[in-house]
């Protein structure tokens, strides 16, 4: 059975761009948590879908947004990047509501310049 | 809302001896506990985890303890080798906050040969 993947592995982007992240989680979960990592910051909460919505929300401005797709894939959209959103973003696959269980992917390294 | 503390930040021992790391949380209503383990480049990886029907759970060299009144979990291993070397993050699950896991700031572990 695969387990979570994420694409692309690394992401170099100039400040004010967007960047798109992706995240296909376990084979059948239905949920999908993101996080953000930066260096010396620990793992922050970013967004959880589940069934195609938004669930929750982490202490983020809006231009981090993301969606999830009907087979339950997911996408995160930065827009208008800041030096300080250099970090490794992890998405986390769960069964679904009733299961708290998170399965990680390997993470996207965005660097911003 | 929930907070978590977690300690040492850092914690070097020789290989063969046992290794604990102790995680404090705020809210009583919380009931699932995780630990992850991150090597350099990956994402994190669940290694064990507790639910507050539990005091203890084990699993050959790792074990995770439970203190629901002192609102307190600890991880412990046992007989170390160099490939325990790793970042380990514990985290509890928030149902006050929407559902999502609350991480400590992680305990860098290295186990010398």
């Known amino acids: 059975e695969a387990g979570v993947t994420q694409s692309p592995t690394h992401l170099i982007k100039t400040r004010g761009q967007q960047a798109t992240l992706r995240c296909s989680p376990i084979s059948g979960h239905t949920s999908v948590y993101w996080y953000q990592q930066a260096l010396g910051l620990g793992l922050q909460f970013l967004l959880w879908?589940?069934?195609?919505?938004?669930?929750n929300r982490g202490n983020f401005p809006p231009r981090f947004s993301g969606r999830q797709f009907p087979n339950y894939s997911s996408e995160l959209n930065v827009n208008a990047l800041e030096l300080e959103d250099s970090a490794l973003y992890l998405c986390?696959?769960?069964?679904?509501?009733?299961?708290?269980?998170?399965?990680f992917g390997p993470g996207t390294r965005l660097l911003v310049l | 809302g929930e907070n978590v503390e977690q300690h040492p930040s850092t914690l070097s021992v020789q290989e063969g001896d046992s290794a604990v790391i102790k995680c404090t949380y705020s809210d009583s209503a919380s009931n699932y506990f995780p630990w992850y383990k991150q090597e350099l480049g990956k994402g994190p990886q669940l290694i064990i985890d507790i639910r507050s029907n539990v005091g203890e759970k084990k699993d050959q060299r790792i074990a995770v303890t439970l203190n629901k009144t002192a609102k307190h979990f600890s991880l412990h291993i046992t007989e170390t080798q160099p490939e325990d070397s790793a970042v380990y993050f514990c985290?509890?699950?928030?149902?006050?906050?929407?559902?999502?896991?609350?991480f400590g700031q992680g305990t860098e572990l290295s186990v010398k040969p």
């Open positions: 986390a696959s769960h069964l679904g509501q009733g299961d708290e269980t998170q399965y």
């Open positions: 879908y589940d069934e195609g919505e938004e669930r």
């Open positions: 985290a509890v699950y928030s149902y006050n906050q929407g559902g999502k896991l609350i």
